[in-house]
């Protein structure tokens, strides 16, 4: 099945995506106290069963992700992923610790949860005001040792469409590298084309 | 819960619950406070209620949580603040005096008005996992250091152990070339001057010049052995600094040719060296000069009469390569494998018996070393040696090179 969308639709989602990570930043650079650069310089919809082979990080044992449902007329799960190593590097930034990349403990994970919850909260408040949707939304979910086997069957049960965008950290001397998803499935996905339909009219 | 109290004030619910929660209006005013936040912060709901939740707790008017309070009041996803980044969002104090760490999670809810969102704010007393995390990851710091001090110390002792050996092998080397390389010679000089000096009127004249050849060659041979000992003993005191200076390399070769000169001369070798190696050199010239003595000699001694002994330099970006190779005997790679080991190294006899210690090529390493160089040695039986040496450009040569 051919999930692609035209050039305009793939530029106003990728918009909409940099609109709420740069919120996003203000917030993260507020708990900081510094400058950070967060990008999503590209998008792509895949379907679910991909997705594996288009991570930023390909081929790593583990991944750790922080993943926040919203539902309404459609539904869908907002993911933010990253390999246990980048996870590991991000938590010590945000706490200015060096922990290490020992065990990644509830502490350790309550911290990334935060950092996911920030960004993935911006992404979904941007959409869901220029899209003018409500949806009702979930707390945030990490989980840990997130293995290529639970992405290979995401699409069973959470959408087997993805919609995603590679991001790219700059904190400082640091550059950490993860992938933000948004899984749908078919139903929600061609409700969301409409809406962005939708919004691209609104705006030109 | 009494139903009629849940139909009264329907968040009374938050009240049976092991988690503080707090719901504010967007007005920041609280509008509940619950029986679990009670006990924390020994604030009674009734001195709470209406006030605005800055004037409870001031640190939350400071951008790092008033910005994403105010966002929360669109209607926006839940917010969490974690114990990590925030360590609490109440400051509650337990019985240590310590601030219990707190996950915060910030949920909107909608009222009847439409646009209109109330704050729910749950706090979870997350001090227990806290500070057990903690701990575990100061014990897990502590076997790490522990760890990490082990290692140092057995690689430590590892190194001592090497010294030692390193010690013991040189001791006996130093032994053996005196209970050998160095008696041997002195009592057949001795013998040999006895034998003149007991039987002078019965010696012919070629007869007395051939035993003052020999005392000749043999107090030779002892004067360099002494001469290597004296030069290595005082380089395992580490009496030797290199003195570093620019040196043009072609007068080093002279110096030590000089020495070696009459054994060429005797073997009719035919020297060359190349015009490549006119170049200036960072080293101390003494000891490149005693190296090359050393490797020259064992050039010549290895190499049959009318043989060839050829010098060439190469220059890199860095270093330059100086060359010494001979078409003599050549060595085994058994030989080859110790050359430069004091605890293996030995001397094969010369093409003209010219007998050694092998401890020359171990003061070569020695020196090189010192020099910040290499040394390295290739050979094939019965087609020749080669000695490299490299040693680094003088520092202006480096820089303009680079240039």
């Not at chain 1, 959408?159 to 590679?166: C, N, Q, R």
């Not at chain 2, 996803?77 to 996950?103: E, L, R």
């Not at chain 2, 070696?260 to 960072?282: A, G, H, P, R």
Request: include cysteine; proline fraction near 3%; charged fraction near 25%.
């Amino acid at each position: 099945m051919n999930y692609d969308l035209s050039e305009i639709q793939k530029e106003a989602l990728l918009e909409l995506l940099n609109i709420g990570v740069n919120e996003s930043t203000n917030i993260l650079s507020e708990i900081l106290n510094v400058e950070i650069d967060l990008q999503i310089p590209s998008i792509k919809i895949i379907s679910a069963d991909k997705l594996i082979e288009e991570l930023q990080e390909v081929g790593k044992e583990n991944y750790s992700a922080v993943n926040m449902e919203f539902r309404n007329s459609f539904s869908g799960v907002s993911q933010l992923v990253f390999s246990q190593d980048s996870a590991n590097k991000l938590v010590d930034v945000f706490t200015r610790q060096v922990l290490g990349n020992g065990d990644f403990d509830e502490i350790k994970a309550g911290a990334l949860i935060e950092i996911g919850n920030i960004i993935l909260n911006a992404i979904l408040a941007t959409f869901s005001n220029a899209l003018e949707h409500e949806f009702q939304f979930y707390v945030p979910v990490f989980f840990e040792n997130y293995k290529k086997e639970f992405f290979e069957q995401r699409e069973k049960y959470i959408g087997e469409v993805v919609l995603l965008g590679k991001t790219l950290f700059n904190i400082e001397q640091y550059h950490i590298s993860g992938d933000i998803i948004l899984y749908f499935n078919i139903k929600s996905f061609n409700y969301f084309v409409n809406l962005i339909d939708q919004y691209v009219k609104k705006i030109s | 819960m009494l139903k009629e109290n849940f139909y009264k004030n329907p968040f009374e619910c938050y009240d049976y619950i092991p988690i503080g929660v707090c719901i504010i209006n967007s007005n920041y005013s609280v509008i509940y406070w619950n029986r679990t936040l009670e006990a924390w912060t020994g604030k009674n709901r009734n001195d709470v209620l209406y006030k605005k939740i800055f004037d409870i707790y001031p640190h939350l008017a400071s951008p790092k949580y008033k910005t994403r309070l105010e966002m929360m009041f669109s209607g926006r996803p839940p917010m969490v603040f974690s114990p990590m980044i925030n360590h609490y969002f109440f400051p509650i104090k337990d019985a240590s005096g310590n601030y219990q760490a707190q996950t915060a999670t910030l949920t909107a809810l909608p009222t009847n008005e439409q646009g209109v969102f109330n704050l729910v704010i749950s706090v979870e007393n997350v001090a227990t996992l806290f500070n057990r995390v903690e701990q575990y990851r100061l014990l897990k710091n502590q076997a790490l250091d522990e760890l990490n001090k082990r290692i140092e110390t057995e690689t430590k002792i590892k190194d001592y152990a090497q010294k030692l050996e390193q010690l013991n092998a040189t001791k006996d080397k130093f032994f053996s070339i005196i209970a050998h390389d160095l008696i041997n010679p002195i009592s057949s000089q001795y013998k040999l001057t006895k034998i003149l000096k007991d039987n002078i009127q019965e010696f012919s004249k070629e007869d007395i010049v051939d035993i003052v050849d020999e005392i000749e060659k043999s107090s030779s041979h002892t004067y360099k052995l002494l001469e290597n000992l004296l030069t290595w003993s005082r380089s395992q005191l580490n009496k030797f600094v290199a003195k570093k200076e620019c040196f043009p390399l072609r007068e080093i070769i002279n110096l030590a040719i000089a020495d070696v000169y009459s054994q060429i001369t005797v073997k009719k070798i035919n020297l060359t060296i190349d015009e490549s190696c006119i170049t200036d050199i960072y080293c101390d010239v003494n000891m490149l000069a005693t190296v090359l003595r050393n490797i020259l000699s064992n050039a010549v001694k290895y190499t049959n009469y009318g043989g060839k002994i050829f010098l060439y330099c190469n220059k890199n970006e860095n270093f330059t390569e100086l060359t010494i190779e001979d078409n003599g005997i050549g060595m085994s790679e058994d030989v080859l494998s110790n050359l430069f080991k004091i605890d293996k190294s030995q001397s094969m006899p010369g093409t003209d018996r010219e007998i050694g210690t092998g401890l020359g090529l171990v003061i070569c390493k020695e020196f090189i070393d010192k020099l910040d160089g290499h040394i390295r040695a290739e050979s094939k039986l019965g087609v020749g040696s080669k000695f490299i040496i490299s040693l680094p450009n003088c520092p202006d040569d480096t820089k303009n090179q680079s240039l």
